[in-house]
């Protein structure tokens, strides 16, 4: 590493990392007082700048008119179980079958011709200017109301049924073939789902539930089918760049809307087919495994070896073939996940008492304060709440908003007083490679038919919940493995801030009759600050009106807060467990002042006896004493401890957050926002009463000895969720800090010992003075603000213990601390 000596440009952060009772002096210790030894210097670009492209990005934008699609290619492609090209001039054959028809009686030659119809009309769907809208009339999906959404529930179930079974049956074909691949957790998952709901032996549904509508089911299933999988399609053609990408997610996509609609005819036949193949893989494997009570199992657990270094007998495995299974399986998983995304929330949870009609649901991707830091917040349907601060996760959910925007625009909507309806509302700012602010753009639909809420549902389903973050990492992951000298890479798509909400009527019924609490304590993810203000969700109607004015106004003023603040921290050195800030002039002015008093002692005693009755000694002493004490004065008033070569230097070592108020004026919850959203980047130790939001923690590190708000906190990526538990309200962390990944607190859901927070006692909690808000007192009088007077804060204790709850409440937004 280059000493930082020879770092040069502008203001950078510098993290000392100083080894103690290292008493080596080597030449490269001649330097400027702030540059320490073993200091790494983070660069005003390198830290914060999320801007920069890596390379998985690729420059080029988008274009359609540049989108080349190869239909021919794809089709000949299709039978890769056939013959697999592994490299150039070298094939292999008569590989197992992903995705096999023929064991729900169709033919090969029918299998075929089913996959070249999909293959060209998600070709159609991918190349065409105007995006594909659901098929069919309104009367096969009812109207706006319980009954509609019923009929959406039923086909989303049967597709999740029929996604199970696909899943099912690529994983069994994976234990059997490439154990090391497979996935335990789709397979249990999807196996447990099938035999909770169906009973294989017996070749029937369990319970009697209702699994196909009254009428028109196969047009409307297939239709919806057909849909979904065009809309994904459009998303995934726009993700990636490469013929490998697209044409591999279009065959794959095709084979799965060819099963689909395949097993959706007779699911009940269907999960006892995929149970018999079940029993005939585990008679297989029997000869392997002979003392084994059970095979599958025993091969199952051969799929964690390879992941816990201890390969045992998987070495003596045939591996041949393996690229084929690697290819297809990562295509595969990634687009079944991203299926069975799509459609997660057009079917209501039967494990929770939830109307099928009464819902809201919201999705923003807001800007943190922070350089180019984005955050992809939402509230699902069944109002589970989650967050993730990835880049190139918050670039797919801005690409994913885009096809939705194209959908939404093409769309009818009503007019005027209606009935029973379901209303989206949504806004699109886009952002220059400077960060400012482009024209937003928002919209509104009202629909009435069923068919339209389908429609506008689907791709939103998409953008919401972690579809952006399978996306990301599908694309990552088979970027690797692709063509070295010719790989894949993202679009680069325009950074932007997003907000979007669907709301029906039965749910604005329900927030009219019920009564708002005058401190609310929790919001839905729309109504809070982060969606209003850091995605600009507030602006509807004129986006250049004065209340539109007054939102981008805050937005600028909160991100030229937070630019300020990154810009003083960037100046200062991070020790271990201090910060140690230059203030040159300070001391010099000190120095200075008691320069002048001793040498003006001098001066008096140089006068002796030319001044009548006056004793020039005892002036002196009293100078040099005057002098003495303001050294000691200024140099104690603003740190507790500062070393007589700290201060000679120019240089303030502070051992806290308020010492490094005291020095810079900085707000301390500017600062903890800052320390929060970049620790893991910043080897400082924390202590300190306050130092619960904080991961690294040492006994004699930084002290957090001001506690921190909840809008810190949230600046600083830890957001809160309120949920109700077996022991009563709590408050559980949601990690949105850069480069998390998404992660979300479901209904009836639950954290494990040591990894977020929790605030267990959130009912009855202590109260800590703090300067009252800017226009009112603790009271809520104006003249007390402006008088200084202190507000009583609630006060919460975090922890890291485990915890589970059944509900989730909503964003906790309550004016509080955290301790």
């Not at 540049?66 to 794809?74: K, M």
């Not at 003392?291 to 201890?310: I, Q, T, V, Y």
């Not at 267990?760 to 800590?768: E, G, I, K, L, N």
């Amino acid at each position: 590493m280059d000493s930082p000596a020879k770092q040069t440009g502008g203001s950078s952060l510098v993290v000392s990392t100083e080894i103690p009772g290292d008493n080596t002096t080597p030449a490269t210790n001649l330097r400027p007082p702030l540059h320490r030894v073993k200091t790494v210097h983070f660069g005003a670009q390198a830290p914060w700048d999320e801007q920069k492209n890596d390379d998985i990005t690729h420059d080029q934008v988008f274009r359609l008119v540049d989108l080349e699609i190869d239909e021919e290619s794809i089709c000949s492609g299709l039978d890769c179980h056939r013959r697999f090209k592994v490299k150039e001039g070298y094939e292999m054959k008569d590989l197992p079958k992903f995705n096999d028809l023929t064991r729900y009686d169709i033919e090969e030659a029918q299998e075929m011709r089913l996959w070249n119809f999909e293959v060209g009309r998600l070709v159609a769907a991918v190349k065409s200017e105007r995006p594909v809208l659901l098929e069919g009339p309104p009367e096969w999906y009812g109207p706006a109301d319980s009954d509609g959404y019923n009929r959406m529930h039923i086909m989303a179930t049967t597709m999740r049924y029929a996604l199970d079974v696909c899943v099912h049956d690529n994983e069994l074909l994976l234990l059997e073939h490439q154990p090391f691949l497979m996935s335990r957790d789709s397979f249990a998952g999807s196996y447990r789902n099938l035999i909770r709901d169906f009973d294989p032996d017996e070749g029937v549904i369990r319970y009697d539930k209702q699994i196909k509508l009254i009428k028109n089911n196969d047009e409307a299933y297939h239709s919806l089918v057909n849909y979904v999988t065009a809309t994904l399609a459009r998303v995934l053609t726009r993700t990636v760049t490469g013929k490998f990408w697209v044409e591999n997610c279009i065959a794959t996509v095709a084979k799965f809307a060819s099963k689909l609609k395949v097993l959706g005819h007779d699911l009940p036949s269907a999960v006892s087919r995929t149970m018999e193949a079940q029993n005939d893989v585990n008679a297989r494997l029997g000869e392997l495994y002979p003392s084994e009570p059970n095979p599958l199992l025993a091969r199952a657990a051969e799929s964690g070896k390879r992941a816990r270094g201890d390969t045992g007998d998987i070495d003596l495995m045939d591996t041949s073939g393996a690229r084929y299974f690697l290819v297809v399986d990562s295509f595969s998983s990634g687009i079944v996940s991203l299926l069975s995304s799509s459609i997660k929330h057009l079917h209501w949870d039967e494990e929770v008492e939830q109307t099928a009609d009464l819902f809201e649901t919201s999705t923003v991707i807001y800007h943190s304060g922070f350089r180019q830091q984005m955050i992809h917040l939402c509230q699902e349907r069944d109002g589970a709440i989650g967050a993730g601060a990835d880049v190139n996760m918050t670039r797919c959910a801005g690409m994913i908003f885009d096809v939705c925007r194209e959908i939404w625009s093409e769309m009818p909507s009503v007019e005027g007083p209606v009935g029973e309806h379901t209303t989206l509302i949504w806004n699109w700012t886009g952002l220059t490679r400077t960060g400012d602010l482009l024209p937003s753009v928002p919209g509104s639909k009202t629909w009435v038919s069923m068919k339209d809420v389908i429609s506008g549902f689907v791709p939103y389903i998409v953008f919401c919940g972690n579809a952006p973050d399978i996306l990301s990492h599908m694309g990552r992951a088979i970027i690797h493995f692709s063509d070295p000298t010719n790989p894949p890479k993202f679009f680069n798509h325009q950074a932007c801030l997003a907000a979007a909400r669907i709301r029906t009527t039965q749910y604005e019924k329900r927030r009219r009759q019920t009564l708002m609490p005058r401190n609310i304590k929790f919001q839905n993810v729309y109504d809070t600050a982060m969606a209003q203000e850091g995605a600009l969700a507030g602006i509807q109607g004129d986006p250049t009106g004065p209340a539109a004015e007054a939102l981008r106004r805050r937005h600028r003023e909160t991100r030229e807060k937070y630019r300020r603040a990154i810009d003083q921290v960037e100046s200062w050195v991070l020790d271990e467990c201090t910060v140690i800030i230059t203030s040159l002039w300070y001391s010099y002015i000190v120095l200075a002042v008691v320069g002048i008093l001793v040498g003006g002692g001098v001066a008096l005693l140089a006068a002796e006896d030319r001044i009548v009755g006056v004793d020039p000694s005892n002036l002196t002493v009293l100078v040099w004493t005057a002098a003495g004490f303001l050294m000691v004065y200024f140099k104690s008033r603003r740190v507790e401890n500062w070393p007589w070569r700290d201060f000679l230097q120019g240089r303030v070592v502070c051992r806290s957050v308020s010492e490094v108020h005291a020095v810079t004026k900085i707000d301390p919850q500017d600062l903890m926002a800052v320390l929060l959203r970049f620790e893991p980047r910043v080897n400082l130790q924390k202590s300190g009463p306050f130092r619960a939001l904080f991961l690294r923690l040492s006994d004699g590190g930084f002290s957090i000895d001001v506690p921190p708000t909840v809008d810190a906190a949230t600046a600083g990526g830890r957001i809160f969720v309120g949920v109700d538990s077996p022991n009563g309200p709590a408050l559980v962390s949601l990690e949105a800090r850069a480069r998390e990944s998404y992660t979300s607190h479901d209904q009836n859901d639950s954290k494990k010992d040591g990894v977020g927070l929790l605030c267990r006692d959130f009912v009855d909690p202590a109260s800590y003075p703090m300067p009252a808000a800017k226009g009112a007192d603790a009271s809520g009088s104006e003249d007390g603000a402006r008088s200084g007077s202190n507000e009583l804060l609630p006060l919460y204790p975090l922890c890291t213990n485990a915890s589970s709850w059944h509900k989730v409440k909503g964003v906790f937004v309550e004016r509080a601390l955290f301790c």
